[in-house]
């Protein structure tokens, strides 16, 4: 998204446009940014047992809560439902 700066003229000086911040080329949107914490969040939940306050804390939520709330949109399983889910069956395939 750009955004449109006006000219600004100042007493006797000539028209000057505000540069344009520089491309952080390491920026990541919002929403990739939230898709990767989901990721790390399933891998984590899939493999261990630590509390889902831990996991949500170690991903980048400080709230538990709206952690779950956002994990839920996804596969419409709370990460607990995931983990019985998903996290028996990663053990049974690998023999654990």
Same mark, same amino acid.
Request: hydrophobic content about 40%; aromatic content about 6%.
């Given at each position: 998204?750009?955004?449109?700066? &006006?000219p600004?003229?100042?007493?006797?000086?000539?028209?000057?446009?505000?540069?344009?911040?520089?491309?952080?080329?390491?920026? +990541?949107?919002?929403?990739?940014?939230?898709t990767?914490?989901?990721? &790390?969040?399933?891998? #984590? $939940?899939?493999?261990?047992v630590?509390?889902?306050?831990? #996991?949500?804390?170690? +991903?980048?939520? &400080?709230?538990?809560? @709206? @952690?779950?709330? $956002? @994990?839920? $949109?996804?596969?419409? $399983?709370?990460?607990?439902?995931y983990?019985?889910? @998903?996290?028996?069956?990663?053990?049974a395939?690998?023999?654990?």
């Open positions: 998204m750009q955004s449109h700066v &006006e600004t003229r100042s007493a006797g000086a000539a028209a000057s446009v505000a540069a344009p911040a520089p491309a952080v080329p390491d920026a +990541v949107s919002p929403a990739r940014a939230r990767l914490r989901m990721r &790390e969040a399933t891998r #984590i $939940l899939e493999s261990c630590a509390p889902t306050e831990t #996991i949500a804390d170690e +991903v980048g939520y &400080e709230d538990a809560g @709206f @952690f779950g709330h $956002l @994990f839920k $949109l996804r596969p419409n $399983l709370t990460p607990a439902q983990r019985r889910r @998903f996290g028996a069956m990663r053990r395939l690998s023999g654990s």
